[in-house]
């Protein structure tokens, strides 16, 4: 008993050595059937006293051979006739077995924690490149939405450029139709100068070719005058002078109408801004009892805005166009339009309170009662307004018929005007008609001196043929009758000339000739019949009288006579 | 409205004498002489060669009849058929031949403009007037008669002369900032001239009557500028229609431009009327017509029948893209016309040729848009109302006021197609003139009330 006490002490120091195998041991033994006190320290061998006392040696030593044989040892005792005897040699087999398996087991033990230590080292070293790795991610990522974000940015301005590639193209294919346009035109223009050119070369190598220059000529049966009547006069300084007084005249004239026509537009648009500051200063005021805020302020401004008024209006009436007084309306009616514009802003925000609030209906009725009661105010007030001018109008136009003489009175006046008026009409048409007569008139003398000028040249034509007929020559009896003759040629060759210069001098002197050749006064106009019976006494004169002919001829010349 | 029976003219000559007792026309090379209410032959008169230029003077005594091909002139007394007068260019040639205000004297430009020639009719005093411009308009009179405006150009620059017509003093001279100055024209009050540039500058030059420049209006640069210009009766706007298609107005204060008006090619948004013309077919009856009913038929052919219908906005109006190769495209406004109560402007863009515009000058918008069925030639205000008449080369005639639009029928034989529209100076009637044949319409006093029958 002794040794196996001994045995057990030994096997429970092995055993200290490694603590938790005790503790499984131990774990072990605490599921099978003996109870045994352990303490708490894994690390302590338990005490003999704890597994074995004298009591239970057998109860133990079963237990062992049960155990040792579970681990496929031999048996520590076998049974013999005197009860169990322990077999020494089995029991040191088994403890050396147990060595082993410690052994063993020691050596696994160290093994797995080799392999654990190993593994933690993995774990460490697989956690730390996971977090390097979780790094580089984010990083990437970073970087990735940053450089999306820059992609972005290029491809808006990428559009932007498109964009204005597109306006440039526009631009540029805009202008090219321009210059395209512009450069049909002068090609047009130019083809026409060059056209045009070439049809002037033509013309002067025509013209240099045949000498036979086709002049201008003009042949006209009789001058006519002019539409007014009057006579045209020389050029001088006076008329140059007269042209440019007249020229600055209608310059003023325009002017004055249209400095004019702005004043009184400038009056009808102050008295419409007037108008308008009186309307918006009575739509205003009414509503100074129900504003509550603004009320101090209200009747200050209105105050001062009636201070305004007033002064406006006197100073108006004075200076229409004084600065001042034209900067004051414009303020004035700012100031008011600016208020206006304010109260309807209130009004609509309170309209829109209205709207959310339901139980504030009572106030916007109010409002609106005082609204309609002031409109009602108004409409009235513009019915008597119109009533007393219906009124006036009508004692106006009734008022003639009480006032008589104040109004014969004006209609003398007028009349008066009118009957001057009426006379100066009437000598103007009178005028006028005479004129026309008289221009009627001077166009049949024209006429008929025409005519007559071409009898002149058939009895000339005549005379001088007969005059080449009858070629005899005569004595001096003549020679008085000839100067005779020749005065009254020559005087009728003046009256001739002289017409050509003024016409208004043809007139007198022409109708004089209609008038004259009843009269036949010898100073004056021969009649054809007196300048024939001349000429056929004095024969024999006709080449003083053939040079004054020649000398008429070439001043008629120019006049171009031709029988019609 | 009553039409009077067709007569012949050519050249499209017909015009009515200043205080509007008269219509004389021209037919191959003789001038016919009407009184205007009867119709009646008055004078018949026989001139040289085919007349090119009719015109009446000033006073209605005289008639002008130029020949541009032979270089003649040839005056024609109403009160004296006798008299005559004839003015021979000689071999200097003859461009063209017009009136001075006072009906005395007549003024030649020379072949390749070298020289304008002043004739006078009362004296034998004769003027030159060297170094004329060509171009659209280079001679302008002041509606009283007073002044002339004269483009001249000299070493490559140009120059506006001013002249007296009493006795065709030069009164001022000056020089033009323009590149190449291309019409000038008078204010009707006188007291401004216009000048304005070639189409490939736009620029417009006010001038006061002594010479000053007021103003100068530029729209914009490089493109094509200034197609058409026009002065309103009363001097206080100036209407300038451009290549553009915008109608830009200044304002006679400020010279400033007051507003611009568009020709858009879709119209909305707008309180304008918009009268489109409809054609109304007339049914051809079946085959068992007689040979008369034939004939008859065949002239209303081509006479359909057509009315105005009020279109609802939005409206597309038709365009026509121009060939923009080509020199003066058919692009911008051309014609503008004021109404003589200045009230109204009525405009044609050459886009969309079949459309007439009408704007409201009060309140500066457009009034009413008037589509045809063919391209518009010619519109022309009543001097008296405001009332447009225009034809657009068919048998008919159209008629706008503010009342309302009405198409009328005009009843000649053998196909008479309107090509312009003049109005009478009383505005009580009307002078068509077809390519070889000339028609007078009488219109009815109380003809505004009449207008609404057709669509208002």
């Given amino acids: 008993m002794g040794v196996f006490m001994h045995l057990c002490r030994t096997t429970n120091q092995i055993l200290s050595k490694s603590g938790y195998r005790m503790s499984s041991l131990r774990q072990y033994s605490q599921s099978s059937v003996l109870p045994l006190p352990m303490t708490r320290n894994p690390y302590t061998m338990p005490t003999i006293s704890a597994f074995c006392t004298e009591d239970n040696v057998s109860e133990c030593i079963s237990y062992i051979n049960r155990e040792v044989s579970s681990l496929g040892f031999p048996l520590l005792c076998t049974e013999s006739n005197n009860g169990p005897e322990l077999n020494l040699v089995a029991v040191l087999n088994n403890v050396y077995n147990l060595l082993q398996l410690h052994r063993r087991c020691l050596q696994t033990v160290e093994d797995i924690e080799v392999e654990q230590v190993k593994s933690n080292s993995n774990m460490d070293y697989l956690q730390l490149s996971n977090t390097r790795l979780k790094d580089q991610l984010e990083l990437s990522k970073r970087e990735n939405t940053g450089l999306l974000e820059r992609e972005r940015q290029l491809q808006l301005k990428v559009k932007s450029l498109h964009n204005c590639l597109k306006n440039e193209k526009e631009e540029v294919q805009k202008l090219q139709s321009i210059i395209a346009s512009r450069a049909t035109q002068y090609n047009h223009d130019m083809k026409r100068k060059e056209r045009e050119f070439g049809k002037l070369k033509e013309r002067l190598n025509q013209l240099l070719i045949d000498k036979k220059d086709k002049k201008q000529t003009f042949e006209v049966l009789n001058y006519v005058g002019r539409s007014d009547g009057k006579r045209s006069l020389w050029k001088t300084g006076k008329t140059e002078a007269r042209h440019e007084g007249e020229m600055y005249k209608t310059l003023l004239n325009d002017y004055d109408s249209r400095h004019k026509d702005l004043l009184m537009e400038n009056a009808e648009l102050k008295k419409v801004l007037q108008q308008m500051k009186r309307d918006m200063v009575t739509i205003l005021s009414p509503r100074k009892p129900s504003q509550s805020g603004e009320k101090h302020d209200d009747s200050l401004e209105q105050t001062s805005s009636e201070e305004d008024e007033v002064c406006d209006s006197s100073r108006e009436s004075l200076e229409l166009s004084c600065e001042h007084a034209r900067e004051q309306l414009t303020n004035s009616i700012r100031q008011q339009w600016r208020r206006l514009k304010s109260h309807v802003e209130r009004l609509d925000s309170q309209a829109s309170l209205v709207g959310e609030r ?86 049949e003398a024209a006429i008929r001196l025409s005519h007559e000028r071409k009898a002149f040249e058939e009895d000339r034509a005549t005379w001088l043929k007969h005059q080449f007929l009858n070629l005899t020559p005569f004595g001096d009896q003549m020679k008085p009758q000839m100067s005779k003759s020749q005065s009254a040629l020559s005087g009728w060759a003046e009256s001739e000339v002289r017409p050509m210069s003024t016409p208004a001098k043809l007139n007198k002197s022409l109708s004089h000739t209609a008038f004259s050749t009843s009269r036949a006064s010898p100073a004056k106009t021969p009649s054809t019949a007196d300048l024939y019976r001349t000429h056929r006494l004095i024969p024999e004169k006709r080449y003083p009288t053939h040079d004054l002919d020649i000398h008429n001829r070439s001043k008629l010349q120019s006049i171009h006579i031709h029988g019609r | 409205m009553n039409f009077s029976e067709v007569f012949k003219q050519s050249n499209q000559l017909c015009r009515v004498s200043p205080d509007g007792k008269y219509l004389a026309t021209c037919v191959q090379y003789r001038l016919v002489v009407r009184d205007v209410n009867t119709l009646q032959i008055l004078h018949l008169y026989t001139c040289l060669d085919q007349i090119v230029h009719m015109e009446w003077s000033s006073d209605s005594l005289f008639i002008l009849c130029a020949m541009y091909k032979r270089g003649l002139v040839q005056v024609w007394s109403l009160e004296q058929p006798d008299w005559y007068c004839k003015i021979d260019e000689g071999s200097i040639g003859l461009v063209s031949s017009r009136w001075s205000p006072d009906g005395r004297h007549i003024l030649n430009t020379t072949e390749f403009h070298l020289r304008v020639t002043v004739w006078s009719l009362c004296t034998k005093a004769v003027s030159y007037i060297k170094y004329p411009k060509a171009c659209q308009k280079g001679i302008d009179f002041s509606r009283d008669g007073c002044y002339m405006a004269l483009a001249e150009r000299r070493d490559c620059r140009d120059y506006v002369s001013v002249f007296v017509c009493d006795d ?29 540039d070639s189409c490939l500058e736009y620029k417009v030059l006010l001038y006061s009557l002594d010479g000053r420049l007021l103003s100068t209006f530029s729209a914009y640069e490089w493109s094509l500028g200034i197609k058409s210009l026009a002065w309103s009766p009363s001097s206080q706007f100036l209407a300038i229609g451009s290549y553009d298609g915008k109608v830009r107005i200044l304002n006679h204060i400020t010279w400033k431009k007051v507003t611009e008006f568009d020709h858009p090619a879709s119209i909305n948004n707008t309180k304008a009327v918009v009268y489109k013309e409809v054609e109304r077919k007339p049914v051809v009856g079946s085959a068992d017509l007689s040979i008369q009913q034939h004939i008859t038929m065949g002239s209303t052919l081509f006479n359909t029948q057509s009315k105005y219908e009020i279109c609802p906005l939005p409206v597309q109006v038709p365009v026509v893209k121009p060939d923009l190769d080509r020199a003066n495209p058919k692009v911008g406004v051309s014609s503008m016309a004021f109404s003589s109560d200045n009230r109204y402007l009525a405009t044609k863009n050459d886009n969309m040729a079949c459309v007439v515009w009408v704007w409201d000058m009060q309140r500066l918008g457009l009034l009413a848009v008037l589509e045809q069925t063919s391209a518009v030639r010619c519109f022309q205000w009543d001097p008296r109302r405001p009332r447009l008449a225009l034809c657009t080369g068919n048998a008919k005639l159209y008629l706008w006021s503010p009342a309302g639009c009405v198409s009328v029928q005009v009843p000649a034989e053998g196909g008479f197609q309107v090509q312009s529209v003049t109005w009478h100076c009383s505005g009580d009637s009307l002078i068509l003139l077809g390519k070889e044949q000339l028609c007078l319409c009488y219109m009815e006093v109380g003809e505004e009330e009449e207008e609404d029958d057709d669509v208002k």
Avoid at chain 1, 363 to 388: A, C, G, N, S
Avoid at chain 1, 410 to 428: A, G, H, I, P, V
Wanted: hydrophobic share 30%; aromatic share 10%.
């Fill in chain 2, 168 to 196: 065709w003093h030069l009164l001022r001279h000056f020089e033009t900032e323009t590149q190449d100055l291309a019409g000038v024209e008078w204010s009707p009050n006188g007291c401004v001239l216009a000048v304005w």
């Fill in chain 1, 358 to 443: 339901a139980n504030m209906n009572a106030i916007p009725k109010e409002v609106h009662e005082e609204e309609m009661d002031r409109l009602k105010l108004e409409i009235q007030q513009y019915k008597d307004f119109i009533h007393t001018q219906q009124q006036l109008l009508q004692q106006q136009l009734n008022s003639p018929c009480d006032d008589e003489t104040a109004s014969l009175l004006n209609d003398c006046y007028m009349q008066e005007e009118k009957e001057r008026l009426k006379e100066d009409w009437k000598s103007f048409e009178e005028k006028r008609k005479n004129f026309e007569a008289e221009r009627r008139n001077f166009t």
